[in-house]
């Protein structure tokens, strides 16, 4: 069974930092992309950034220059690592792995970016 395990968030002033982390169990972590998403009170859930197997990362033009995802294979982590934070990054954040033919989320953890 795959579990996906999120940490991290919690609120901070604009220009701020935070990161998150999600721990994956139950698939070679090593061979998935893994993928981030947020989701805005009242919007639809949007791709953030994403890092390949091979370490390829990607983002959204929203958060380009801002993020950056890495993975740490042997404890099969993905993080989010989160700087100059704007009020409109606050969002419910996902981490995502597409696997065995199935969309796998984690949990969700909230960032709040206000003053």
């Known amino acids: 069974q795959v579990h996906l395990v999120q940490s991290g968030g919690g609120s901070v002033q604009p220009g701020g930092s935070l990161r998150l982390s999600c721990a994956a169990s139950?698939?070679?972590?090593?061979?998935?992309?893994m993928h981030w998403y947020r989701q805005a009170p009242d919007k639809a859930r949007e791709w953030v950034a994403t890092?390949?197997?091979?370490?390829?990362?990607n983002y959204s033009d929203s958060v380009k220059d801002r993020f950056t995802v890495s993975r740490h294979n042997p404890r099969s982590t993905v993080l989010l690592q989160m700087n100059s934070l704007k009020p409109e990054d606050t969002a419910v954040y996902y981490c995502?792995?597409?696997?065995?033919?199935?969309?796998?989320w984690g949990q969700g953890t909230q960032v709040t970016v206000s003053s």
């Open positions: 995502h792995v597409r696997a065995y033919s199935r969309d796998l």
């Open positions: 139950g698939i070679n972590f090593s061979r998935y992309a």
């Open positions: 890092i390949t197997s091979t370490g390829s990362t």
